[in-house]
T-cell receptor, first 114, second 116 residues
Framework: RKEVEQDPGPFNVPEGATVAFNCTYS??????FFWYRQDCRKEPKLLMS???SGNEDGRFTAQLNRASQYISLLIRDSKLSDSATYLC???????????????FGRGTQLTVWP | DVKVTQSSRYLVKRTGEKVFLECVQD?????MFWYRQDPGLGLRLIYF???????EKGDIPEGYSVSREKKERFSLILESASTNQTSMYLC???????????????FGPGTRLTVT
C-alpha cells in the first residue's frame, strides 16, 4: 500500500469555482503534513503546512483528520494562476528514528479555465 | 530565501557513460535529498543524506550512488547510464531542528536527463 494516495484528476474548473482535493495516508505515526504545488516543468514548492486544527491561507484551506488519516485542500474563488499539480506530502519517522523523510503523493492536476 | 541550485537544467548522455549531477544549497541545511520524477509515478526518493559523508538509500537506489563531501553539496552519480534512467532529477534540502528533521523541503529547479 502506498504511503500517500491522492486522486490524480485532472480537475478542470472555471474561474471562480471552489475545488477540493483529498488525500489519504497509510501510516498513523505520520507527524507532519503539507501541500506542495508544482507548476508544469518546474520544481515543487511548499504551498502550506497542514495543522491538526485546520488552517487557512487566503483562498486556501487545509484540513487534517487524524482518525481517518485524511487530508484535504480547498481552493475558493479559483484563479487561472491556480492551474498546477498539487502534491499531498506526509512525513513519518524512519526505522524508529526521530528523523523523518517525506512521502509525496503522485499529485492532483488542476486546470482553471476562463 | 533558500536557494538550491543544480548544475544543469538539461543533459543528454549516452548509454554506459558515467554521469554526475551536482546540487548545492546555500542555507546551511543538514539534510539533502535526490529524487527522480516520472509521469504517473510521482517523486521517488533515490538517496538522502543527514550529514556530511553520511548517506542512506531511498526507495530506488539501484544504479545510483551519491557523495557528500561538504555540507552544502550533494552529488548524484549514475555509474553507467541506461535509457531507463531518463528522467527529471530533483534535489532538495531541509533544515534540522534540535536533532529532528524539520520536514519542509526546498527543491532545486531540476535536471532533465536524457540517456540515448
Amino acid at each position: 500500500r502506498k504511503e500517500v494516495e491522492q486522486d490524480p484528476g485532472p480537475f478542470n474548473v472555471p474561474e471562480g469555482a471552489t475545488v477540493a482535493f483529498n488525500c489519504t495516508y497509510s501510516n498513523s505515526a505520520s507527524q507532519s503534513f503539507f501541500w506542495y504545488r508544482q507548476d508544469c516543468r518546474k520544481e515543487p514548492k511548499l504551498l502550506m503546512s497542514v495543522y491538526s486544527s485546520g488552517n487557512e491561507d487566503g483562498r486556501f484551506t487545509a484540513q487534517l483528520n487524524r482518525a481517518s488519516q485524511y487530508i484535504s485542500l480547498l481552493i475558493r474563488d479559483s484563479k487561472l494562476s491556480d492551474s498546477a499539480t498539487y502534491l499531498c506530502v506526509v512525513n513519518k519517522p524512519d526505522r524508529g528514528s526521530t528523523l523523518g523523510r517525506l512521502y509525496f503523493g503522485r499529485g492532483t492536476q488542476l486546470t482553471v479555465w476562463p | 530565501d533558500v536557494k538550491v541550485t543544480q548544475s544543469s537544467r538539461y543533459l543528454v548522455k549516452r548509454t554506459g557513460e558515467k554521469v554526475f549531477l551536482e546540487c548545492v544549497q546555500d542555507m546551511d541545511h543538514e539534510n539533502m535529498f535526490w529524487y527522480r520524477q516520472d509521469p504517473g509515478l510521482g517523486l521517488r526518493l533515490i538517496y538522502f543524506s543527514y550529514d556530511v559523508k553520511m548517506k542512506e538509500k531511498g526507495d530506488i537506489p539501484e544504479g545510483y550512488s551519491v557523495s557528500r563531501e561538504k555540507k552544502e553539496r550533494f552529488s548524484l552519480i549514475l555509474e553507467s547510464a541506461s535509457t531507463n534512467q531518463t528522467s527529471m532529477y530533483l534535489c532538495a534540502s531541509s533544515d534540522s531542528f534540535r536533532g529532528r528533521t524539520t520536514y519542509e523541503q526546498y527543491f532545486g529547479p531540476g535536471t532533465r536527463l536524457t540517456v540515448t
